[in-house]
Every structure is written in structure tokens, then in C-alpha cells.
């Protein structure tokens, strides 16, 4: 049996692959064999106050909640306020009365440790976790390109670089033109080299070229500031894939430095961005305007993904790899969301500077999409001044004269 206290603050990952593991084994009896009749072991104790919906402790919750609806003498889910404890003179009620009402106490932090109310996202965000949420409507990733024809369609992809402690992150945004405005989807999220061995810059970008297959993008991203030089001088190689077919050499349209370097017959899709920091003031701020602009859209969240995949019959015959595939974009938009929500504003000046809450949440993930959606910004800019220049933007004006 295990406890896991104050799960709000826990880290998910540490907990689902470190301590739960330890619970595979079962108590056993004096002579060796597991008691058939007990039925305690491997059962486990979340205990926590309330926290953010963005949390790990959060997604356990419903998680709970559900399978004691579904499994009752299984599964158990409570929840309580400061009322309860005070009823049985375990805390003093009029202390707590007392804070409720000063004005000097967060009245958010009170609905969370006192209510047992779960919050959208932290006080500090930068973002509005409620608000951006709301654009969480795609019910289906995409693994290929779908251009149904459409010429107002097209495909972009966004790195940002990992080699040891972070991750290399791809984004793959649906990016459709209605009005010469750009509205864009994530359709999916996707981690290069998840495995140690496979985190090499060589295999990393054997995946992004693959992806690029799959995609076929207008342009492909890259922060080449720092490690993504390394991911970049690979990109620029000729490379086999596992069956044995060769992957192109890519190439740079916007980088001099590799544009004397790289192949010739390189594939010029490569887009060479070097975030310095009055840069990446401009796309958090382009990210936040983009996002509460509506000009954004997410896949659903991996519960609701999940709850429809086992609603078919396909989804319930589905085997647990493949689903686990499935719901995957799934459950890192809603890590993109939580490494969102994990970020508030830091005073430096006019330019706008984005910090970790808490440390211990990443940001590589909202690093690849902000930079994505810088690049849509511009494209979109670029395609504004073409039309313009054509005279299709110009205001048509209609004159007409009264009559008797």
C-alpha cells in the first residue's frame, strides 16, 4: 500500500515511473503465496489539497473520480471543505472565518486550501489557463498532411532544440488562410529522440525528416541559438532511415552561414531562427496576442479523447500501444498547456521576459510552439503586403446619386 501525500505538489512523471512501479509486487504470507482473499495490495492513497487544473494531482483526481463511478468497490473519491474539520473540533472555525475575511489574504489561495476549489491556473501566469482552454476543440490529431485540395492550406513544423536534460520538441501546426488572416491548428506535438540512445542529433534529425515526409511543410523551424547548431549541421546531411531509404539533405533559405555550406540540390525549407532577447519578448508577445486572439486551436484533452476512442468499436479493440499512441498528442498539448500556465512575467524593463513558477515543469514545448507561431505571424505579414501591393486589399468604394 502506498500514500502519496500533498500530491499537488509531486512531480506525475517521478510518481507513474519511480514509486507506483514499487507496489508491483504483493504482500506476501508467511509461507510465501499472496492471501487470495486480500484484497489491499498494490492499493494506493492520494492525499493533497487542492491545487491548479494543470497539475498532475489534478489529472489523478478525475482519474479517481471516474473509476468510482465505473469500478465502486475498487475505486473511492472524497473531497471536503474547512467545514467538516471544524464540525469535529479539529481546526478552529473562527480563525479561519477571521482569515477568509481579511483583506490582506488571496482569496484564490483560500478557495484552494480552505474549499477544496481547483484553480484554471496560478495567480502568476502569464497566460489565462481558462481562456486559452476554451480552444480546445480538435478531436483527432493529424500523422499526415490533409490538404483536401485546398490551396489556402498549408503545413508548418517548429523546433526547439534538447540534447541531455531537455527535450527536442516539434510542433506541427494545420495553418489555414481565410480573409489573409492565418488561423492555425496544432494538430500534433511531437518529441525527437525520447530514448537516451536515440537522442543524438543524428537520430533526431532522421525523425524530424520523417516528419517532414509525412507533413510536407512550407517551412521547417529551428532554434539554431546554442545546441540547435547541432541539430542543424545534420539537417543539412543526406541520411538512411531504418528501412534503408535516404532522407534528403535540407537546406537553409534564410541562414548565409549555412547557405555556403550546405548542399546545392539542398531542400530549401529550412528556416534558421536565432531567439536573442528583445527577439523573444516579441513572440511571447506575439503568442499571447495569437492565443487570445482566437487565432489558435488545440486538440481536446486526453480524458475526453479517451472517453470517445473507447465509445467505437475500433477504440475498444484497440491494442494499449496503439492507444497509447493515439491519445499521445493528446496528453502533450495538455503538457504544453501545463508548461504554459507555469510561466509568469519577469520585470526587465520594456522587454517582456517569461520565468518558470516552478522549476521543476519545463518550457521546451511552449518554446517550440511560440516560435511557430512567430513564424506564422510573419508569413502572414509577408502575404498582407503581396496582396496589398497587387491592389486586391484596397477598399472598393461605390458612389451612386439620389434621384427624386
Known sequence: ????????D??????????LPQLNVSRRMVGGDVNPYEKINQQTIFATSAGTKSSYAYERLIDVFEKSIIDPENNFCIGLDYRIPVMHNLIDGNYVRELKMSPSY????????????????SDESWFNFEKISRHRKIKNPEWAAKFRGQSSVFYLISVDVGRLNDQTVACIFRVNINNNKFYSTLVNIVVLGRQAETKTFTR???????????????????DCNGLGIGLADEMIKTHLDSQGNQLPAYGFF??????????????QILYSLKANGPLNSKIHGNAYTRLNGGLVRFLITEQEARSA????????????????????PHELTTKLFDEMANLRLK???????LEQINSRFPKDKYSAFA????RIKELEEDNYKKVKKRGDGKRRLVFFTGGN
Request: hydrophobic fraction near 40%; glycine fraction near 10%.
Open 10 to 19: 509531486q512531480d506525475g512523471d517521478m510518481i507513474s515511473e519511480v514509486v
Open 1 to 8: 500500500m502506498g500514500l502519496i501525500d500533498e500530491a499537488r
Open 254 to 267: 534564410n541562414n548565409e552561414d549555412f547557405r555556403k555550406i550546405q548542399p546545392r540540390d539542398a531542400i
Open 204 to 222: 533526431q534529425a532522421i525523425e524530424l525528416k520523417e516528419l517532414i515526409a509525412r507533413y510536407s511543410p512550407r517551412e521547417v523551424v529551428i
Open 309 to 328: 476512442l473507447l465509445a467505437t468499436k475500433i477504440g475498444q479493440k484497440m491494442g494499449f500501444e496503439k492507444r497509447i499512441m493515439r491519445l499521445m
Open 347 to 353: 520585470r526587465t524593463g520594456l522587454d517582456i521576459t
Open 371 to 374: 516560435y511557430g507561431q512567430w
Open 106 to 121: 488571496n482569496e484564490s489561495t483560500f478557495a484552494a486550501e480552505y474549499m477544496g476549489v481547483w484553480l484554471g491556473g
